[in-house]
């Protein structure tokens, strides 16, 4: 087939969807499928200041994406007739108008931003502009023959916001967009013992005799409930002797939960790091005495995937789709009761070594193959 992946805009450091793409990109290519990515350039934004997603660059970025985009875009389809266009990022859907006569779909990793538009999200506030852009996304959702939800919960949120018949709303597992793996505890120890010197810490923090490490991977927007997370690992130094560090995957912590910290008396046991790569990360689950996942909300949850994927254990909370990822693996809790988050992970601390093997045969869903050969058959289908 000749695929059309419709990408984002490099300039604005989606990270998970250029990685999503490009898994998609070399997947499809290596089974013999003719696969082109086309996404917006800066061009008007390129006369003005340095681009951001923010002020004046961000409207002349909106100029660049939601009007000379689309043309090239149509002259792209004229010229090459691709069999599918794949919009590899649900907000990018008002591209779907620009494809006349071919199969199109999109691919939704999540609905907050239009939730949160909606009103249904109360604690994220949108602007008025944002209310009105996040309309039109789920208006073009709602015209495009065929969307692809990564987690049942997505797929629900889709069909009960959109509108749209449940045969055009589909579910397609994530796969890992790197891949982790269990590796020998001597190769991790020697990968953060570089993180450790990289960053000035003690390599002690690593230690499983001092206690160990939980992590968390995650940045600091709201759904993330760093908040929460302190305030459980406050619950465990009380509770677990000796207790684990926390290791935060993650830009550092922002005065309020910095000063949350302080307050708990956990600030000398927390370390943030930003910037970490992947066989770094990979080491980092591979020795985590559990990956701690309190978040609010998500679309899918990649690290409760990867970290299944090295045989970390899991702690996340009881919500879909954090449970849809987890399965029979994890250890769930209530994200709003940090208190009682903390005994349940207590509870369970002498049974983590066992839930390795559980985790590691719960990956086996998050096989690229398994994803690939999942939208080749839906290509297949529109395409007929």
């Keep these: 087939m000749k695929v059309l992946l419709v990408g984002n805009l490099a300039e604005d450091r989606q990270q998970s969807m250029t990685r999503f793409t490009a898994m998609l990109q070399n997947g499809l290519e290596a089974r013999g499928h003719t696969v082109t990515v086309l996404a917006p350039t800066l061009r008007l934004a390129r006369l003005g200041p340095p681009y951001r997603y923010g002020g004046l660059p961000k409207y002349l970025g909106y100029f ?42 999109a691919t939704c990793h999540d609905l907050l931003q239009v939730r949160a538009a909606r009103g249904e999200i109360p604690r994220q506030k949108v602007s008025r502009a944002g209310r ?17 939800c990564v987690s049942n919960q997505t797929r629900a949120d ?9 045969p055009r709303v589909s579910v397609i597992l994530n796969a890992l967009n790197h891949p982790y793996q269990p590796i ?22 690593f230690d499983a005799a001092r206690g160990g490490f939980l992590l968390h991977v995650g940045g600091g927007l709201w759904y993330k409930n760093r908040a929460g997370l302190l305030a459980i690992h406050a619950g465990l130094t009380r509770l677990l002797s000796p207790a684990p560090a926390l290791v935060m995957v993650g830009p550092p912590l922002s005065a309020e939960p910095a000063a949350q910290a302080s307050v708990l008396g956990v600030s000398q046991r927390i370390v943030c790091l930003p910037g970490v790569t992947n066989a770094q990360l990979e080491a980092l689950y591979n020795l985590a005495e559990g990956l701690v996942f309190p978040s609010w909300e998500e679309g899918f949850g990649w690290p409760i995937a990867e970290a299944q994927a090295c045989g970390c254990p899991v ?10 990822v987890g399965g029979r693996s994890s250890v769930y809790f209530d994200p709003g009761d940090p208190t009682g988050a903390a005994r349940v992970i207590a509870s369970a601390w002498e049974g983590r070594t066992a839930r390795r093997d559980l985790a ?13 050969g999942a939208y080749e058959a839906l290509y297949r289908q529109l395409i007929r």
């Design 64 to 105: 660049d994406k939601l009007v000379l985009f689309p043309r090239q875009l149509r002259r792209f389809i004229r010229s090459h007739r691709p069999d599918v266009v794949h919009i590899t990022d649900h907000a990018s859907a008002v591209y779907g108008s620009s494809v006349r006569g071919i199969p199109v779909l």
């Design 132 to 148: 009105l852009y996040q309309a039109r996304i789920l208006a073009s959702l709602a015209r495009l023959p065929h969307i692809a």
């Design 158 to 166: 889709v069909l009960r916001l959109t509108g749209l018949p449940p």
């Design 184 to 205: 020998p505890a001597a190769a991790a120890r020697v990968q953060l013992a570089g993180l450790a010197a990289e960053h000035g810490l003690d390599p002690a923090l």
């Design 315 to 324: 702690f996340a909370s009881n919500r879909a789709p954090m449970t849809e």
């Design 360 to 372: 590691l045969t719960e990956s086996r869903r998050w096989q690229p193959a398994l994803m690939l």
